[in-house]
């Protein structure tokens, strides 16, 4: 047998191995919800389940999905860092994942914590395997498509992590290093509200995770994290999300640091700017304003004037 005659025989074989229902993988970096509920059943797919909203998921999420607890799955809960690479790869062989399956986040508030989680997972080499539903669980609920209460249990698999790219997160140092150079070495993009950035508020209304100091890191550029989503919390178009960041001299030709208040919805705009419009050299600050803005000694730029938590 000639070899295309094989490979053609190959493809064949793998599309009846599929559900009849099931359509081709979706190039780029995320899936729609009409295509999600058509692909269910796909045995190369595993749907992970990560919201901020306690007992969202319990109360139905979409079928076959694992719930993925932010605060606990996707952080070290001994010391304040990501999950381990030992901890996360025991999570993915209890889901099942192999090196051939296609990972699906998706989340309540608009993705900001399954954009967190795609963010780590592209930190331990997962970022071909990951996508993010685009709209949500938001999405999901207002298109009336079906939730489901049981946890579905999934065969454990052999999985091993592939090599890491830890220069996707940014540390303290170097958001420092681009402090003190002026800002010319690349971009820190304050994707907060504005008035989380000129120092009128130090968090949202309703926040526990504070700082002593309210502000903005000294040159970052304001570009809250909504204005890359259209009303129904799906991204824009890329031309339309290019012209936003262009708009305020963020176009990919510095490198660009995100960050927020911990790190979540920084992911959000990390995402965008990455994996949706390709950006090559795109960082995420995880610390974030509760680590800068509670750090001794750094410059905070405050326009408000509030100095001291609230005074």
């Given at each position: 047998m000639s070899p295309l005659r094989l490979l053609a025989g190959l493809a064949v074989a793998a599309t009846l191995a599929l559900p009849a229902s099931a359509q081709e993988l979706p190039k780029g970096p995320l899936v729609t919800v009409d295509w999600l509920s058509k692909n269910l059943e796909n045995p190369k797919i595993r749907v992970f389940e990560v919201s901020v909203d306690p007992g969202v998921y319990e109360r139905g999420?979409?079928?076959?999905?694992?719930?993925?607890?932010?605060?606990?799955?996707?952080?070290?809960?001994?010391?304040?860092?990501?999950?381990?690479?030992?901890?996360?790869q025991a999570q993915l062989q209890a889901a099942g994942v192999n090196k051939d399956t296609t990972i699906i986040l998706y989340g309540d508030n608009n993705n900001w914590f399954a954009a967190w989680?795609?963010?780590?997972?592209?930190?331990?080499?997962?970022?071909?395997?990951?996508?993010?539903?685009?709209?949500?669980?938001?999405?999901?609920?207002?298109?009336?498509?079906?939730?489901?209460?049981?946890?579905k249990n999934y065969a454990k698999s052999n999985f091993t992590l592939p090599a890491g790219k830890p220069q996707l997160r940014a540390k303290l140092a170097d958001v420092l290093s681009v402090v003190n150079a002026g800002n010319n070495?690349?971009?820190?993009?304050?994707?907060?509200?504005?008035?989380?950035?000129?120092?009128?508020?130090?968090?949202?209304?309703?926040?526990?995770?504070?700082?002593?100091r309210a502000g903005h890191i000294p040159g970052a550029k304001n570009v809250p994290w909504g204005k890359a989503v259209a009303a129904d919390g799906t991204f824009l178009p890329a031309d339309e999300l290019k012209k936003v960041y262009a708009d305020a001299g963020i176009d990919g030709s510095k490198p660009i640091i995100t960050y927020c208040r911990i790190g979540e919805r920084s992911s959000h705009t990390w995402f965008a700017l990455a994996k949706i419009l390709g950006y090559q050299n795109v960082k995420n600050y995880d610390g974030s304003w509760t680590e800068y803005g509670n750090a001794v000694g750094v410059p905070v730029q405050n326009n408000a004037g509030l100095v001291w938590n609230g005074k």
């Open positions: 999420h979409i079928p076959g999905a694992i719930n993925i607890r932010w605060h606990h799955d996707l952080v070290d809960t001994v010391r304040r860092d990501i999950v381990s690479a030992q901890n996360l989680g795609a963010w780590v997972y592209e930190v331990y080499g997962l970022g071909n395997q990951v996508k993010l539903l685009d709209g949500g669980r938001k999405l999901w609920e207002a298109k009336g498509l079906p939730l489901d209460t049981s946890v070495s690349a971009v820190l993009v304050d994707i907060r509200s504005p008035d989380e950035y000129n120092g009128k508020i130090i968090a949202p209304n309703g926040i526990k995770e504070l700082s002593v």
